[in-house]
């Protein structure tokens, strides 16, 4: 796996997983233990519903525990002028003569749908380091690239609302 993560990805993954194991998975075994107690389980619906749902639960929490494991934690630290994870960023893009604001954040936070964009995006690669004022070449493949001229910085406080993306 090797995801890059930050110290803030890992400390929101431990608390998903300590929410997972005192309060999920406690509701969930009781979710089963009542589904069996209904009788006969070769029909009884609940039950595997029930079952499916612990399940999926038990999952989550081996999946974030390998991740955490595996992780290469990635430092959020930057210059003040210079753009780096967690910071905003306005880009201007010439072809379409737009301005659009983005959050660089870890592959595991980036949602698009909220300008979260990945660290290892052509997009989040392309702008890390550089400063207001410079144009930057964003190649998307050997084909096809475009420039964006980076126009403000700022350096985001995490409210802690963006969520670690499940899988």
């Known amino acids: 796996m090797f995801d890059e993560l930050t110290a803030e990805d890992i400390k929101k993954m431990e608390e998903e997983i300590e929410y997972r194991k005192l309060v999920v998975r406690k509701n969930a075994l009781e979710a089963v233990k009542e589904a069996r107690a209904q009788g006969d389980l070769s029909?009884?619906?609940?039950?595997?519903?029930?079952?499916?749902?612990?399940?999926?639960?038990?999952?989550?929490?081996?999946?974030?525990?390998?991740?955490?494991k595996t992780a290469k934690?990635?430092?959020?630290?930057?210059?003040?002028?210079?753009?780096?994870?967690?910071?905003?960023?306005?880009?201007?893009?010439?072809?379409?003569?737009?301005?659009?604001?983005?959050?660089?954040?870890?592959?595991?936070?980036?949602?698009?749908?909220?300008?979260?964009?990945?660290?290892?995006?052509?997009?989040?690669?392309?702008?890390?380091?550089?400063?207001?004022?410079?144009?930057?070449?964003?190649?998307v493949n050997e084909n096809y690239s475009y420039v964006v001229e980076i126009r403000k910085i700022e350096n985001t406080v995490d409210e802690g609302n963006d969520k670690i993306r499940s899988f």
């Not at 009884?44 to 499916?52: G, I, L, T």
């Not at 306005?90 to 990945?118: A, G």
């Not at 995006?121 to 144009?135: E, N, R």
């Open 43 to 68: 029909e009884n619906f609940e039950y595997y519903a029930a079952k499916k749902d612990k399940n999926q639960n038990e999952s989550r929490i081996r999946y974030l525990e390998k991740m955490i």
């Open 73 to 139: 934690i990635i430092s959020t630290d930057s210059a003040e002028d210079e753009v780096g994870i967690n910071n905003t960023v306005t880009v201007y893009f010439e072809e379409d003569d737009e301005e659009e604001v983005y959050r660089i954040v870890t592959t595991v936070r980036s949602n698009s749908q909220k300008n979260l964009i990945s660290n290892e995006s052509p997009l989040g690669k392309a702008l890390l380091g550089h400063k207001v004022g410079d144009k930057v070449e964003v190649k």
